[in-house]
């Protein structure tokens, strides 16, 4: 759960950055919001949570 939390915080600080240098638009902000929130409700959820959890896992081998 730690680790969800730490990656949405991290995400939505990227598409903050991403927003401000006007790098990506509202719209492709929301629609990307708008898929990650399809995807959580899909039998491929628990494979992102698994592949999540080894990057953070790897993460702190480094």
């Not at 240098?21 to 990650?36: E, P, Y």
């Amino acid at each position: 759960m730690i680790v969800s939390v730490s990656a949405a915080l991290l995400l939505a600080v990227v598409v903050i950055v991403l927003l401000r240098q006007r790098t990506v638009g509202i719209g492709s902000a929301l629609a990307c919001s708008a898929l990650g929130f399809c995807l959580t409700s899909t039998g491929i959820a628990p494979a992102i949570e698994t592949f999540l959890a080894a990057l953070a896992r790897l993460a702190t081998l480094v």
